[in-house]
DNA sequence: CCTAAAATCTAGAATTATTATAAAATCAGA
DNA sequence: TCTGATTTTATAATAATTCTAGATTTTAGG
C-alpha cells in the first residue's frame, strides 16, 4: 500500500523524471487542487509555509511534467495559462461573470460525432467549453 | 448599395463608435481574414503600404471593437491572443502539429444537451475545440 | 465653415507572465 | 562516496500588452 508521496515519486519515475523536491510538491500541488491555477497560485502556495521553489523552477517544474503528461495547460483566460492534474479527457464551464472555471466530466457532453467534419484531419479529440453564469453571478 | 467601406463605417456608428481610420482598417482587415491573427499580425499587415496605426492603437481598438461585440478574442495559443471577426457562434479546429487553427461552422457540432450539466449555471453558449492533426502535419 | 469638447492616437515607458542564463546545487547510478 | 548529468537559483531578458501625457482627430452644433 504505497502512500501518495510514493505514488507521485513512483509517478514521475515512470515517466522519466528526475525527483526534485520542487517537481515533487509542484505535482501534489496540483494532484490536491480541484481549481485551476496558475503558475503564480502554486508558487505562492507552495511557498506558504516554507520556501519551496523559485518562480523560474514553478515554470520550469509545469514544463516538464507537461512533457511527462502528467500535467496539462488550460487556455481561458487571457494573458495567463493555468494548470491541471486532471489530465483525462473532459470540459469546463467557464463564468463569463467572475471568469471562475469548473470542470465538466466527460461523459456529461460525449456525444459529439466528429464524422462530418474534413477529411482532410486527423481528429485526436475534442473538449467543450461552456461559457454562462455560475450561481454567484447570476442576478435575481 | 453600400459599398463595404460604407458598411464597415455604418456598424461601427451603429455601435457606437467613433469611426477613425485605424479602427476602420482594424475591422476591415479582420473581416478579410479567414485566419485568425494576433495583434502583431494585424498592425504587421495594416501597415505594410502605408502608416496605418501604431501597435499601441491596434491594441486599443481592438478593445473597442470587443467591446461593440464587433471582434471576438480566440484564446487556443499559449503567450497570445488572437482575434476574429467571426462572432456568431462556432467552433475551432487546432491542430497539434503546426497550431494552425481552423472554423468549424455552428450546426456540424451543434447537437449537445447542456440540461443535465449543473442547475446552479446560467448556461448561454457553448463551443467545441477538436485537436488533431492538420493534412500538412500528418504522416504519411 | 468654424469651434470646442470629447475622444482617440502616438511613441515611448511601464507592467506582467514567462523564459533564458551561468553558476551552484542536487539527483541517481556505479 | 564519487561523478556526470540534470536541475535549481536568482537575476536578467524577452514578448505581449497596457499605461501615459501631449498631440491630433472626430463630430455635433452654431
Redesign the pocket.
Known amino acids: 500500500m504505497l502512500s501518495q508521496a510514493d505514488q507521485i515519486i513512483t509517478t514521475l ?1 515512470s515517466r522519466g ?7 515533487f510538491a509542484v505535482y501534489a500541488n496540483l494532484l490536491g487542487r480541484c481549481d485551476h491555477p ?3 497560485d502554486i508558487l505562492s502556495d507552495l511557498n506558504q509555509d516554507a ?7 514553478v ?3 509545469l ?2 511534467l507537461r512533457g511527462a503528461n502528467l500535467v496539462r495547460e488550460v487556455l481561458l483566460e ?4 493555468r494548470y491541471d492534474a486532471n489530465i483525462g479527457p473532459h470540459h469546463h464551464f467557464r463564468c463569463q461573470g467572475c471568469g471562475a472555471i469548473a470542470d465538466i466530466p466527460w461523459e456529461t457532453l460525449s456525444s459529439l460525432n466528429l464524422q462530418t467534419l474534413s477529411p482532410h484531419w486527423q481528429i485526436e479529440g475534442y473538449e467543450v467549453t461552456v461559457r454562462g453564469l455560475c450561481d454567484r453571478c447570476q442576478v435575481g
Do not use: I, M
Request: hydrophobic share 20%; charged share 20%.
Open positions: 519515475k523524471l528526475r525527483v526534485t523536491p520542487q517537481r496558475t503558475a503564480d520556501p519551496t521553489s523559485s518562480q523560474a523552477t515554470y520550469s517544474s514544463q516538464a487571457e494573458g495567463v495559462c
